[in-house]
């Protein structure tokens, strides 16, 4: 029952996140793909799962370094399945500074880490207020 309860709350989760991630590339870029969807959402879960790994104590802005690294590893591996692979063509960062592959870049690494702090926080506080989960409490240093 518990794991019936674990993976009703890891896919209310990832929902609630893809939606939101593709709300946010839609006013950025004015599009989306279902995709990132699915990626948004997955990555908000693993970003999720930092607070349930590591205790609340660890400062915020190391929560957000983590994160961002785990977008940008997503990031990389959605891009050689979807854009090289399959040649879906959802994004190329080709024309961005210190780019690799036209997969990743710096700028969007450097943007991850601010859309991680958001994340950290509304995943604890949905959390919270869906599932009584514990109230959120932050270290920022």
């Not at 709350?9 to 590339?25: D, R, S």
Request: aromatic share 14%; charged share 10%; with cysteine.
């Amino acid at each position: 029952m518990k794991a019936v309860k674990t993976a009703l709350k890891m896919a209310v989760l990832l929902l609630i996140g893809g939606l939101i991630y593709c709300g946010i590339e839609i006013v950025w870029r004015g599009h989306t793909h279902w995709t990132m969807g699915v990626v948004g959402g997955i990555c908000f879960v693993l970003i999720g799962a930092i607070n349930e790994l590591f205790p609340w104590e660890m400062p915020l802005w190391k929560q957000s370094l983590i994160g961002a690294g785990i977008v940008t590893a997503a990031e990389l591996v959605a891009g050689f399945i979807l854009n090289v692979w399959l040649g879906l063509g959802i994004w190329d960062y080709s024309t961005m500074p210190l780019n690799f592959m036209g997969q990743i870049c710096l700028p969007f690494c450097l943007l991850w880490i601010l859309l991680s702090v958001v994340a950290v926080v509304l995943d604890d506080w949905l959390r919270h207020w869906l599932f009584g989960e514990e109230r959120p409490h932050y270290v920022l240093f």
